[in-house]
Every structure is written in structure tokens, then in C-alpha cells.
């Protein structure tokens, strides 16, 4: 509670883009149980990483949109959006893990652009 909004949101995506970078350049080899601390902590990771941005897009979603029937609305497109991602990836199964892990890490460089430019707005008083 007495961190600022920025610090969860970009720890959330510092985590997210190193394991990215990692796995781009790391790959698990299957049935090698000496890999498999690593890989467990990685998925450990990707959660908290999930978690803590999963969290403070909707505390910031809540705060930009205070009026009810407005936040209601901003939830819903939030998730739809979130719905449409996932049946995305599901239809891009069959792209080699490199181009996943590509368009992954410029999404999250995208996502971080555009949240500095409305911290940016915001200091600006720009409703």
C-alpha cells in the first residue's frame, strides 16, 4: 500500500521481459531433471509476474474510471480483449517458440511504452 502504482506494474514487466530474454536464449531440454529447478522457477516467476500486473492494470483501470457505469463497461472490454489474446495464441499454436517469444517481448515493450505515455498524460492533468 505504500508503494507507488508505477513499482508493482514494472517489476511486473521486468520480470515478465527477463524471463522472455531468457527463454529466448534457453531452452528446456524435455526429461532432463536437472533443468527442472530452473524451469519450476521460471514458472514461479511468470506467475508473480502475471499477478502483480494482472493486479495493477485493474487497480488503474478502477482509478482512471471512477464513475460506475463507465468502469463496468472499461472491465468488460478489458477482458474481452483478454479473451480475444488467448484464442489468438491459441490460433498461432503452430509459430516456432522464437517468433512467440518475439511478438511476446514487443507486446510488453508496447504495453510499457503506452503506460508511460498515460503516467505522462496523467501528470499533465490530461483527463
Known amino acids: 500500500l505504500r508503494l507507488q502504482r508505477q513499482i508493482p506494474l514494472l517489476a511486473g514487466a521486468l520480470i515478465h521481459a527477463a524471463l522472455l530474454l531468457t527463454l529466448f536464449f534457453w531452452a528446456p531440454v524435455p526429461r532432463y531433471l536437472n533443468q527442472a ?4 522457477t521460471i514458472a514461479v516467476l511468470w506467475g508473480a509476474g502475471s499477478a502483480l500486473n494482472k493486479t495493477s492494470i485493474s487497480i488503474l483501470l478502477g ?4 464513475d460506475k457505469e463507465r468502469q463496468d463497461f472499461v472491465f468488460t472490454i478489458y477482458h474481452w480483449w483478454q479473451a480475444l489474446a488467448i484464442f489468438t495464441v491459441y ?4 509459430l516456432p517458440m522464437k517468433v512467440k517469444l518475439s511478438i511476446m517481448l ?3 515493450a508496447v504495453a510499457v511504452g503506452a503506460y508511460f505515455w498515460m503516467e505522462r498524460k ?6
Open 122 to 127: 496523467l501528470a499533465q492533468h490530461v483527463a
Open 106 to 108: 514487443l507486446t510488453l
Open 91 to 94: 490460433l498461432w499454436s503452430g
Open 63 to 66: 482509478m482512471l474510471y471512477e
Open 37 to 40: 529447478a530452473l524451469l519450476y
